[in-house]
């Protein structure tokens, strides 16, 4: 069971100290406090754990401090969406940019890190096109122990800088060790801060348990998690789970195909279907993945790339975020060239996918105009 406080319910008000001195007393029952400050009130919520089958939810909800007691199964305890109108939110907000089940934020960006030139080109085109987050790999796990394994920290403070002269407030970016969390901590200090970071945990660390366990156990980064490729979805959504249950809430779920040689020719079996169902089981934002989900960039007869067919599909099911591979000369690229589409298909890219977000927030009006059928 979750006690969710009246918001603003300090530890030193009587109402708290009273309900403690009440959960103290139950038999049987341990008790978790989680407290997250926002930027207006500081929302508090208590995970009672043990034997809560006895606790009567209006006794529950009449003690002081509570305004809604939920009643939460085992799964997903943290994250998860324990009933259809479950009232924790579905959302967060990190460097000015919020991450809801919404709404809808583009990462389009360099899949590794090669030269400077690179980045600045990619970033301005970004910014002459509205947009303020990107992907920037700096740590690449590769299946090829000779292959190119990203400039790691030595990239991190012209990426910084750049993405600061322009306007990026979020750069996804992997991480394959903590030891690169704290580089990437340093050098943001010594640029400055001049921009933010969500630390992306790969499809090969989905569940690197202690990688998790360390990554959640900050609450300065949000963090992309990216679906395991060869493990369930329930698996994977325990993965971000351990991140939760350590602290940091500020979990977005990456969908990134599943690897199968049913998805033939594709990289992987496109799995955007399942956007909708993150969405029902939990209250993380979804992401999508279509460069790694589909990786080349065949097209269809119709002219469209099989890349943008999946992006509309995941977006018109609702995703909120796309990580999408773009490069300036994709030939040179040192990682993933194939698949990555090239600065001038910006803008063509992003009205495309306002086509399908439009054609999503249609279909949501529709749904409530007809809500009992
Ligand atoms: C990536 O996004 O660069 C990446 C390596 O993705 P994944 O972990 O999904 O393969
Ligand atoms: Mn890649």
């Known amino acids: ?32 406090v989680h407290e997250e400050q926002g930027a207006t009130q500081l929302l508090t919520e208590i995970y009672l754990i043990g034997s809560t089958a006895g606790l009567a939810m209006d006794y529950m909800q009449s003690l002081p401090g509570v305004e809604r007691a939920v009643r939460v ?12 109108n479950d009232p924790r939110p579905s959302h967060f907000e990190y460097n000015g940019v919020r991450f809801g089940q919404d709404n809808l934020n583009v990462f389009a960006g360099l899949c590794a890190v090669d030269n400077r030139e690179h980045v600045e080109q990619m970033m301005k085109v970004l910014r002459d096109n509205g947009q303020v987050c990107t992907r920037m790999g700096a740590y690449k796990p590769r299946t ?18 750049l993405a600061g002269k322009y306007g990026i407030k979020v750069i996804a970016m992997e991480i394959t060790h903590e030891s690169h969390m704290d580089e990437i901590f340093e050098a943001l200090r010594q640029t400055g801060d001049p921009t933010g970071v969500m630390l992306q945990i790969g499809t090969r660390n989905t569940q690197n348990f202690e990688l998790l366990k360390i990554v959640g156990r900050q609450q300065r980064f949000p963090v992309l998690l990216k679906r395991g490729f060869g493990i369930t979805l329930d698996e994977s959504l325990n993965a971000a789970e351990y991140l939760a249950s350590e602290g940091n809430r500020k979990v977005v779920f990456g969908l990134r195909g599943m690897k199968t040689n049913m998805g033939d020719p594709h990289r992987n079996l496109v799995d955007f279907a399942h956007v909708p169902v993150v969405k029902r089981l939990t209250r993380m934002p979804v992401c999508i993945d279509p460069s790694h989900s589909v990786g080349t960039r065949a097209a269809g007869p119709d002219g469209m790339l099989d890349i943008a067919h999946v992006v509309a599909q995941g977006v018109i099911a609702g995703a909120n975020m796309i990580l999408v591979d773009f490069h300036p000369n994709p030939a040179s690229a040192l990682v993933d060239g194939p698949q990555a589409l090239t600065l001038p298909e910006l803008p063509y890219f992003l009205e495309d996918v306002a086509i399908a977000r439009e054609a999503y927030e249609r279909r949501l009006a529709l749904r409530q105009k007809y809500p009992s059928t």
Do not use: W
Not at 151 to 161: I, M, N, Q, S, W
């Open 1 to 32: 069971m979750i006690l969710i406080l009246t918001p603003n319910t300090r530890s030193d008000s009587s109402a708290y100290q009273q309900l403690m001195g009440y959960l103290d007393k139950l038999p049987g029952i341990q008790y978790r």
């Open 73 to 84: 199964s085992e799964e997903y305890r943290v994250l998860g969406r324990h009933q259809a």
């Open 144 to 161: 090829n122990p000779y292959a190119f394994q990203g400039h790691g920290k030595d990239c991190l403070p012209y990426v910084f800088e």
